[in-house]
């Protein structure tokens, strides 16, 4: 039938003749197919009534947070270990004149090197952003979210990393600060540390080499341990140490890192310690180190490995 | 590509273009379904605007259960209710709540919702006057007659015009519209 679709809409409309109604309705009769043309149409005709397209774009606009007009200026860094993929940018913030510019870097996938105006080396790892002012006459302050390693410039000038929740000062050092959605961690690899609660600079903790200082904004409390491994410092130096680690330390953070699953079933093991420095640390390395070094056996089991 | 649960992880530390990101993957949609519940778009505009507003504000004490996803849809369903209840909106406003539990289930309008988007789509890919006459036809609710006399065209045109109309929509639809029988066949 010519222009049955016509038909059918009418026919929704009850804009028909009679006649012209039973000639629709012997036409549905004639085939499934037709009757199937007469469902979707309906269902078309019912469903686009009022249909109204909600315009995102637009909406957004109208309820995104208010910033600071920003604009993309320069790209710089270098990428030093070319993970899967994509950005890395600097914003230009606050452009006022009259001001000190404020610069932040941003990564997602990659993890970068970056330089302060003062010269201190920042590796920035992956999903991190790093906030400093450009010129930092009197002081050497950065803000950080996410994790990055810090090789500051000796200088009289204290340098301070703050968080959200704490602030660590040193003069000139090597470590790496850690935030976590509920704690931060600051690991020391060379030097001195003194690592605070960001409004109480007086409760300091003093932190030196392989230190782990930790606040948890819950307890808030800062807690100092010493760590016989480099766990903070893998992603970037690609290499895991242990330095006379106990055995269930080495467990716990292989499972961490690799995000596996490990059982011991030796309990001899435990009061183990282990030594090793693994270069591109993968499950397959470590293994091997840890079956030379005990002669254990790692066997795969339905959860992840077991030990024994 | 992120995954959805690093974009709600990224959202709750404040990133604004994570938020932005899941903004604009919810929007039309929850707008869509709050039209479920109110048959005011504007009503329902607002309430998903509200709605992400306050999320973004509370954000370091919200507890996502589930997924953002589901928290989104139970959320504009709750505050749907509540404005109906509160009686902040005049009663011509209010749709008849057909989403009773017991009678539709949430995949259903999930469902009915998807196909209203496709149906929009494909609306828009329609040649600019054909779908001037269907948009003012189904979404201004105008007769044939208003239509021509607005567009200075005949009756029988614009006639023929929807026909066109929804025979592209139909054959577009097609295959979408037979699983989608399928699976109302099923349940």
């Not at chain 1, 009197?138 to 996410?146: A, D, M, T, Y």
């Not at chain 1, 609660?197 to 341990?225: A, W, Y």
């Not at chain 2, 504007?42 to 919200?62: G, H, N, P, R, Y």
């Amino acid at each position: 039938m010519e222009n049955i679709e016509v038909l059918i809409v009418k026919y929704l409309q009850n804009h028909l003749s009679p006649k012209e109604k039973d000639e629709v309705d012997t036409w549905r009769k004639k085939n499934l197919e037709n009757e199937k043309v007469f469902q979707d149409i309906q269902i078309i005709w019912k469903e686009s009534k009022d249909l109204k397209y909600f315009d995102s774009d637009k909406a957004w606009k109208k309820i995104k947070p208010k910033k600071k007009k920003s604009k993309l200026i320069y790209i710089t860094g270098f990428s030093i270990a070319a993970s899967i993929a994509l950005l890395f940018s600097i914003w230009h913030l606050n452009s006022d004149k009259t001001t000190n510019k404020t610069l932040e870097f941003a990564t997602l996938d990659l993890i970068k090197e970056i330089y302060l105006p003062d010269s201190s080396k920042v590796i920035l790892n992956k999903n991190s952003t790093i906030t400093f002012n450009e010129k930092q006459e009197n002081s050497r302050e950065v803000f950080l979210k996410g994790e990055a390693f810090f090789e500051v410039k000796k200088s009289k000038i204290p340098f301070i990393v703050s968080t959200k929740t704490t602030k660590t000062e040193v003069l000139g050092t090597k470590f790496t600060v850690q935030t976590t959605k509920d704690s931060t961690f600051v690991f020391v690899e060379e030097g001195k540390v003194s690592f605070s609660e960001l409004n109480l600079p007086e409760k300091e903790v003093i932190l030196t080499k392989n230190d782990i200082g930790i606040f948890n904004n819950n307890k808030q409390k800062i807690e100092k341990k010493i760590t016989t491994t480099n766990q903070f410092s893998t992603w970037y130096n690609n290499t895991l140490i242990f330095n006379h680690s106990p055995f269930l330390e080495v467990i716990s953070i292989i499972q961490q890192k690799f995000n596996i699953q490990i059982q011991v079933e030796n309990p001899m093991l435990e009061n183990e310690f282990f030594s090793a420095k693994i270069r591109q640390p993968n499950k397959e390395k470590v293994f091997e180190a840890l079956k030379l070094a005990f002669n254990c056996e790692i066997i795969k089991s339905e959860k992840g490995y077991i030990i024994r | 590509m992120q995954t959805t649960e690093s974009l709600t992880s990224k959202f709750l530390e404040g990133d604004i273009q994570a938020y932005e990101c899941i903004f604009k993957m919810h929007y039309s949609e929850l707008c869509l379904f709050a039209t479920k519940f109110v048959s005011c778009p504007d009503t329902a505009e607002e309430i998903v605007q509200d709605l992400f507003c306050k999320i973004w504000e509370k954000k370091k004490s919200l507890h996502i259960e589930t997924s953002i996803k589901s928290y989104l849809y139970g959320a504009v369903r709750l505050n749907c209710l509540k404005l109906i209840r509160d009686k902040k909106i005049q009663s011509k406003h209010i749709k008849e709540i057909k989403l009773n539990s017991d009678t539709i289930s949430f995949e259903d309008v999930m469902e009915n919702i998807e196909l209203q988007k496709k149906i929009y789509d494909t609306i828009q890919q329609l040649p600019s006057q054909r779908r001037k006459i269907f948009e003012l036809s189904r979404f201004e609710n105008l007769k044939y007659r208003e239509i021509a006399e607005k567009l200075e065209l005949s009756p029988k045109t614009i006639e023929n015009q929807m026909g066109k109309a929804l025979k592209f929509i139909r054959e577009n639809l097609k295959d979408y519209l037979k699983i989608l029988v399928l699976l109302f066949s099923l349940k």
